[in-house]
């Protein structure tokens, strides 16, 4: 009982870690008559140290687990209920009795209080943050950079094209998806009732959230078909190639979300509806079929591709002799990785999540938080901060900005000394 008093402070941080999880919805009635049977069946019978009569606490029930009538100055301890998301049924749970005969009042609430926070495994749960850290963070970064992605394609009209039109509609996909992964780790995840009541918002969140996800993947198989198209096929109308892959990419995983919603939410038992859908069924294989199955095309694009490219680089490569094979390989390798990232082909390995407690498993979380949240940065960057084509333009965009901020006479020197020095000499000039 003194060390609970001492300790107060640090109750007050703990405590808010036990009220933050989600309950799973078992028969509360149920517990609570099965409670009442216990105690009614077990007479006076005491916990802890009592030689001789003396006060004790009344057994009750906290909503939660059944505790028993304890002596005054013990505890009494109860193995952690199973049916909270975040609880370890293995340890234990404990109650204080005071000397006086009462149960242990929470000093912020004045409440009875049952200490349930040994239930948490408190090393996991600061993993688990870190790891939901690192999502945020990168889902952040991602969004920053698919924005100005899409700020700067369209404002360079001269980079209008069948090519950038496609990356536009898979960086608006992945704002689109980054955006609402941030809305549910930082209004969502924190929030114990929202979860536990699981309203209709939040379930309609988890529908779009899933919606844009599925259209990543729509959108990395369009940009694999439409590379393998251009390249394999010499003769084809963009622009109607473009607009089927649109109407593909954005209309193929609506048919897929709402398979899946009507099958979830007319099927599903109350157990596959708790969390805002969030827990995971056998309903989910709705979704992940139509992923594997873009992606193991893309697979195979991806190599008809690098088949192509080998052969198109060979061919001058044995014209000119300046570039060997090795150079060649190079150039492919090259090319295979940039479509990578592209093609969305690095998620092939997810899948193979370690068994829970395996060495490997927080390997496998690491590595799936930063290839799911800095996706978008990658992209961007490689298909757009590091386009040869948009560098040009920003280049030429700058450069007419600073000239144009430049007094005439300078502009005018600045033009003679670029025709003196790159333009063919005048007639009756000599050679330098």
Partial sequence: ???????????????AIAESVAESGPDFDALRA?????????????????????????GT??????????????????????????????R??????????????HPLNN???????????????????????????????????????????????TLKCARITLHM??????AANNSLWLLWYLMVMPNTELLQDSPARCVALHINLHYFLLTNYSWMLCEGFYLHTVLVSAFISEKRLVKWLIAFG??????????????????????????????????????VVPVCISMFLNLLFLCNIVRVVLLKLNAPASIQGSCGPSRTVLQAFRATLLLVPLLGLQYIVTPFRPAPGHPWENTYEIISAFTASFQ?????????????????????????????NRPRTNSYTATQVSFVRCGPPLPGEEKV
Wanted: glycine content about 10%.
């Fill in 376 to 404: 978008g940065l990658c992209v961007a960057t490689l298909f757009c901060f590091f386009n040869g084509e948009v560098i040009a333009q920003v280049k030429r965009k700058w450069r007419m900005l600073c000239f144009s």
């Fill in 111 to 157: 409440k009875t209080w049952s200490n349930y926070t040994t239930c948490v495994n408190l090393d996991d749960l600061e993993w688990k943050h870190n790891v939901n850290l690192i999502y945020e963070v990168g889902y952040g970064i991602s969004l920053l950079a698919i924005l100005l992605s899409l700020a700067i394609l369209g404002y360079f009209k």
């Fill in 61 to 90: 029930f906290d909503g939660w687990l059944c505790w028993p009538d304890t002596a005054a100055g013990s505890s009494a301890y109860e193995l952690c209920p199973d049916f909270i998301t975040g609880f370890d049924p293995t």
């Fill in 250 to 287: 954005w209309g193929s995983p609506a048919v897929v979300i709402f398979v899946y919603s009507m099958a979830r939410g007319l099927g599903g038992s109350a157990d596959q509806k708790i969390h805002c859908w969030m827990s995971p069924t056998d309903y989910d294989n709705i979704l």
């Fill in 92 to 105: 234990y749970a404990h109650k204080e009795c005071g000397s006086d005969g009462e149960w242990f009042k």
């Fill in 1 to 15: 009982m003194s060390e609970q008093s001492s300790n107060s402070s640090s109750i007050g941080s703990t405590a």
């Fill in 34 to 58: 099965a409670c009442n049977a216990r105690l009614n069946g077990s007479g006076s019978h005491l916990l802890g140290p009592s030689p001789e009569p003396g006060p004790f606490c009344p």
């Fill in 169 to 174: 509609n898979l960086f608006a996909s992945f």
